[in-house]
């Protein structure tokens, strides 16, 4: 059983950078994929960045490459997302999410978090 706890959302000027962090808990968190998902006011669920379990390998969502960053700790069992240049575009409840691969992960995973609110202002 795969649980996650998001943290580290708040309102930020545009410009300005926020770090997400998401703890997940269960011996199914080894060899998972993990990844972000956001959901504006309005808007469908639509993904951000996903992380192969080693680490080696990243994905990012065309509208945040170059300003994102995913990243992980297995050892802490957790998963950053470093989120730089921040737009108004961005604001959205920001998930965390796990699956078997990057792959699942991607096409929409199987485990989710509770999600945490990121506002970016004009």
């Known amino acids: 059983q795969v649980q996650m706890v998001e943290s580290g959302g708040g309102l930020v000027q545009a410009g300005g950078s926020l770090r997400l962090s998401c703890a997940a808990s269960?011996?199914?968190?080894?060899?998972?994929?993990m990844g972000w998902f956001r959901q504006a006011p309005g808007q469908e669920r639509e993904f951000v960045a996903a992380?192969?379990?080693?680490?080696?390998?990243?994905y990012y969502a065309d509208s945040v490459k170059g300003r994102f960053t995913i990243s992980r700790d297995n050892a802490k069992n957790t998963v950053y997302l470093q989120m730089n240049s921040l737009k108004p575009e961005d604001t959205a409840v920001y998930y965390c999410?796990?699956?078997?691969?990057?792959?699942?992960?991607?096409?929409?995973?199987?485990?989710w978090g509770q999600g945490t609110q990121v506002t970016v202002s004009s």
């Open positions: 999410a796990a699956d078997i691969n990057v792959r699942a992960v991607v096409a929409g995973a199987d485990y």
């Open positions: 269960g011996r199914t968190f080894s060899g998972y994929a």
């Open positions: 992380i192969s379990w080693s680490g080696d390998n990243t």
